[in-house]
């Protein structure tokens, strides 16, 4: 029954992915993929307000947690497609956009976990 969770919550978490990458992109329309590394930031803001909150507030198992954090969560962020789209500008010798976003994704992925820790410790 695991398996089965894991596999409806990694689908809604892709299909959450792309409509707020898709979103996000077309707002913006520029070169650098804003879509992603939207997804990637409030992906990990979501990873660590989840897990924080989980650890001090509520009483979540283990299989839960991993059927949102692995399935849904998992399925909504976007690192793969990051390194994808960075090795494309890469390609492109967008050589400012290539770094930006390497540099950008991770620092914001980062800030974000610890947003999160200390939003769910809150909660």
């Not at 299989?63 to 998992?74: D, H, P, Q, T, Y």
Request: net charge positive; glycine share 14%.
């Amino acid at each position: 029954m695991k398996i089965v969770w894991l596999f409806l919550a990694g689908g809604c978490g892709t299909l959450a992915r792309y409509g707020v990458s898709a979103a996000v992109q077309r707002a913006t329309g520029a070169v650098f993929p804003w879509g992603t590394f939207t997804v990637n930031v409030l992906g990990c803001f979501l990873a660590g307000s989840f897990w924080a909150f989980a650890e001090s507030r509520l009483t979540v198992t283990g299989e839960m947690r991993a059927v949102i954090l692995i399935g849904f969560i998992g399925g909504f962020t976007t690192f793969s497609a990051f390194m994808l789209e960075s090795s494309h500008l890469m390609r492109d010798t967008e050589w400012l956009w290539f770094g930006g976003n390497i540099l950008l994704s991770n620092l914001a992925g980062f800030a974000a976990v610890v947003a999160g820790l200390a939003l769910g410790r809150l909660l």
